[in-house]
């Protein structure tokens, strides 16, 4: 069975940056895409990067030049570099990998003050 499992949530102040890690195991294959998606509480889950396998990456409008993912060099871990926090980046962020499926991590809290 393919898991996922998110490390490096906590508590921040506005301005401050955080560095969330995600690694998968269960699985041989190379997972194409990676992401992370986050969710307040009240609102819809909503994607905030992707990257492929090749590299390529998507962010969402609101975090555009604040936040950075990688991959790292072990297979089928993902980083997600949060810069310049702000207080409406405050949700649990999930790790998401595509294998055919959808596989989710069990979700990390961040939360930033103001």
């Known amino acids: 069975q393919v898991q996922l499992v998110e490390s490096g949530g906590g508590l921040v102040q506005a301005g401050g940056s955080l560095r969330l890690s995600c690694a998968a195991s269960?699985?041989?294959?190379?997972?194409?895409?990676m992401g992370w998606y986050r969710q307040a509480p009240g609102s819809e889950r909503e994607l905030v990067a992707t990257i492929t396998s090749k590299g390529s990456t998507n962010y969402a409008d609101s975090v555009k030049g604040r936040f950075t993912i990688s991959r790292g060099n072990a297979k089928n871990t993902v980083y997600l570099q949060m810069n310049t926090l702000k207080p409406e980046d405050t949700a649990v962020y999930y790790c998401?990998?595509?294998?055919?499926?959808?596989?989710w991590g069990q979700g990390t809290q961040v939360t930033v003050s103001s």
């Open positions: 998401n990998g595509k294998l055919g499926y959808d596989i």
């Open positions: 269960g699985t041989i294959f190379t997972i194409n895409v």
